[in-house]
């Protein structure tokens, strides 16, 4: 019986036709193309960012304000400057507020309360950033009645804290329950334990979280546009309109002027290299740091 | 035997409680513990509170249009502010054209990046395609505007579009002066933007699908072609949709290189050599520059659709995602 059953299965099983051995082929050639495929434009414009950006780069573009249309030289150092005091402000509002609501998630919220909130985050989270330049602009600007920093940084605030709720939370759920519990058996009130051991645990997993949502939201320009607005000159004054880098880089690449092409292109490898520079000097951080060994 | 050690920690964090109170004998402790506890509350409640804050800002200032013109706001194709005349078609339009047309570009690609990582590729290589992937999703959408105009556009103009239109031409949707910036412009840099997000969903769904479904597979005699096709997509294609679903919500949404390659002219053409709007992009032009309370409503009112839009699309995404990753992957029908 097993013998009979065998021969039966054999010579299908040995012989793969050719239209299938053929079919087989073709798809893995159709997969690997599909790689080629996607991987040419995103080779081109890393090698554009970098040729174009480094021919254009200059100590003049790091530390000069913009000349006036026409005149050459000048470059987007406030606009590096309203970045950092935009993104600033954005951090200040929206880290505490992120981490906080990460907290309640993993430590309170293991219920149909804390479902909910996690499921308006996620929904948070697909916002277009345009519709949140557009709240930002009604809660902020017609409030205020000119356009600011602190609108620009309010509108990146609210991109950041549903990103930094989420991973927060993921990472104190990683942070084993025994060492809660070891904290409890000690005596330590729970504030205490939730602040100095399970947060610290998990440290470098949190701050990884909140460099990727600094990251997303330091080349957002669309809820900029009209926030922040854009400035020519320097501009320190959370209640004064300013420029910002990624603002800068649209304002320039859609001009008809070949020095500010030029200057965008100088501008998008700053850019590139700040957000790159900070995920991964986070990542390095993060394999060296405590919550290796905690797990 | 009642346990001196629960094991589950749940119990021991509810009964720490009492046991705390009693070591300290103070009342502040607790009254600590309460107050950091209604302080994590107030965050999270201010997550929900953000997202009410949205919509009624959003209802409030669209209120004009939406008293003005009504439902014909979404039918209407005048895009008039001088005579105050808005109908948002053109922009609806424009937001579904390109974001189908990325959607076309970019599914097939997408998912053979997806195969090819999870199912052919050499383990060494398997790293790097994927901290490539994950660098691509970093780069913000103004560098994407800023390659397109200056490499994409040009491209388009001198080769692809007189190409198309030599062969392609007597279909009607590849007619008329090849410009380079237009609707086939946003459509292939929206393909380049979503791609990235398409095919790590994917990935991530087509790792979950059980290893012993693909030993069943081969064992039967199958390829490894027909493994993937019979053991492979078919059990995860719930997963997949969800993720090109996801790569929808972000194209509908996405503003500024659509901005910066799709022509801004609000109108209706056949042809995807034409320049178009979208709804993101008429926002980010116009609304600083609205005079006129009817004026800027009407634009509120454009991003109070886009944000209704993007909410459904993404819910549905994560809705199909989640069905794969955590629930019941192999079925006895498949």
Redesign the interface.
Known sequence: MPESTKSAIAPGMLQISLYRRLTDKLMTFVAVSTVVIVLVPLVAIFSYLVIKGIGSINWAFLTQTPKPVGEPGGGMANAIGGSVLVLGIASLLGVPVGIGAGIYLSEYGRNRFGDFVRFTSDVLNGVPSIVIGIVAYSIVVLRQRHFSALAGGFALAIMMIPTIARTTEEMLLLVPNAIREAAYGLGVPRWRTTLSITLRTATSGVITGVMLAFARVAGETAPLLFTAFGNQYWNWNTNEPTAALPLQIFTYAISPFEEWHRQAWAGALVLIVLIVGAVSAVRIAVRHGTLAGAN | MTGPQPVV?QQ??AE??P??SL??HTSS??L??K???Y??????????G??A??VY??V??SQLSWHAFGWSFFVGRDWNPVEEQFGALPFIYGTIVSSLLSLILAV??????A??TTE?CPKWLRGP?SF?TE??A??????????A????VPLLREYVEPFLGKTLGWTGLFEGAPYGIGMLAAGVILA?MI?PII?SISREVLSVVPQHQREAVLAL?A????M?RVGVLRNARAGIVGGVILGL?RA?????AVT?VIGNRPEIAKSLFAPGYTM?SV??NE??EATGDTYLSA??EI?LA??LV??V???LA?LMVWTVTRGQPARGHA
């Open positions: 920690s021991v964090k720490s409680k046991q705390v070591l300290r402790g607790e600590a513990d107050t950091f506890g302080a994590m509350l107030a965050c999270a409640i201010g997550i929900l953000l997202l804050l949205i800002e959003l409030l200032r097939p690609l997408a998912v053979g990046v195969v090819f052919m395609l490539f660098l691509l970093a780069i913000p959408s103004v560098i994407y505007g800023l390659w105009i200056f490499v994409l380049i791609v095919s005699g390829t490894r072609w027909e993937i919500g509908l949404g996405e503003t500024m910066m993101a926002i980010a609304f600083s634009l509120v991003g886009l944000f993007t909410i699309v993404n819910a994560r």
